[in-house]
């Protein structure tokens, strides 16, 4: 073997022996690696109780009520299948909307709601002129998909 | 073809190639920016959702790209210099890393610039894409660290090559972290499945301004590896001989 | 003027656009630099040995 096929085989299993080191590491910590927790997991009780946790879903449409004379506001967070309510005192990002992608930041109350201490709004990777969205949402499809969506049911197990 | 490839590698002929070059990809980038600037600004329609904040993408996703590509170039050219023992491709993986660096600063910036008014938020500690991104930024600087730290080039090109090996894991997460993990950040738009989800309008101001910083960025790069083949190759007979002569270039 | 407003996201819109330019300008101008600083460097090395007796 010559010297640089050698140095080309040693780099060779450094990269692979690397890689799959890492593949490992990645597979232990999938858990820790999570922004946030899906809905589904907080309703079949799959949260740490001792600390704040994040969970990310979309804001369930003509569920947000605000209370007369204060900040407070509540609705409810979907992940397509199951649901949670969620209630929060403070400023809402620009993004924040029914419909609307969310990352909420708090725990669960006794009567099983999540008291957000900070909300953080999630937009999707499409851009395009609001003509265009608007098209799109009368468009038959979207709607379709979107009761398609709403039947899914919440199995939490 | 291999006698080609070893002349354009010889010193002296890249340091004159160098400087012929630099300009062809200079102006045209900074025409495309131009270009992708102004319509992106101007021209191309609000977003839906983000309305005219949308526009940061016109700078964001160009330095993000960048900042990939050139730990791209520097790992692969730390490689080759380590299997082949190629002088020019060290320099080339030496004279890449600021420039990765401060592209790598720059998306962060202005993503965080991004975050601020859309999701609510500058920065949030443990979301998997602004990590990864980060670590991307400590990559860079961690390599010009060991560089700085080493007196001797041969032994600095090696040990910095291994690490920039090392670190090509890091580019992989940055690029799958959105998907492999929730997170704050969004998927991919133009490399979306399915074709770009972006409007057309607003996707060629965008391709322009990518393509644009990244000519800008070659024309850089050109000019640094440049400098850095004329600093390792200080003592030798070329370089006495191209300044003590009258038409001396620079 | 409402071009330069960008809605109300102005600031963080020309904040970014600036910020580029600016690190671009480092950019250009360290590399100009340094080409500068490297080569007078070795000129007055090669010079000073090309004269000594």
Known sequence: MKPRQQRMLAVGLALAGLAIATALTLRAFQDNMMFFIDISDVVAGEYPEARNFRIGGLVVDDSIEREPDSLEIRFRVTDTRCELPVSYTGVLPDLFREGQGVVAIGRLDDSETFVADRILAKHDENYMAPEVAEMLAKHAEGKAAMAARGTAECNPT | MWTWFHKLASPPHFYRLAKALSPWFLVPGLALIAYGTFTGLFIAPPDYQQGDAYRIIYVHVPSAYLSQMAYTVMAIAGGIGLIWRMKLSHAVAAAVAPLGAWFTFLSLATGSIWGRPMWGTWWEWGDPRMMSQLILLFLYLGYMALRASIDDTAKADKASAVLALVGVINLVIVRYSVEWWSSLHQGQTILAEGGPAIDAEMLYPLLANILGFALVFGSLLLRRVRTEVLYRERRTRWVREMILSPQGQT | ?53
């Open chain 3, 1 to 53: 003027m409402e071009a330069i407003a960008m809605d109300k996201y102005g600031a963080y819109v020309w904040s970014c656009f600036a910020l580029t330019f600016v690190v671009y300008a480092i950019n250009e101008w360290r590399a100009r630099a340094r080409h500068r600083r490297i080569y007078r460097d070795i000129e007055v090395r090669v010079k000073a040995l090309e004269t000594r007796p």
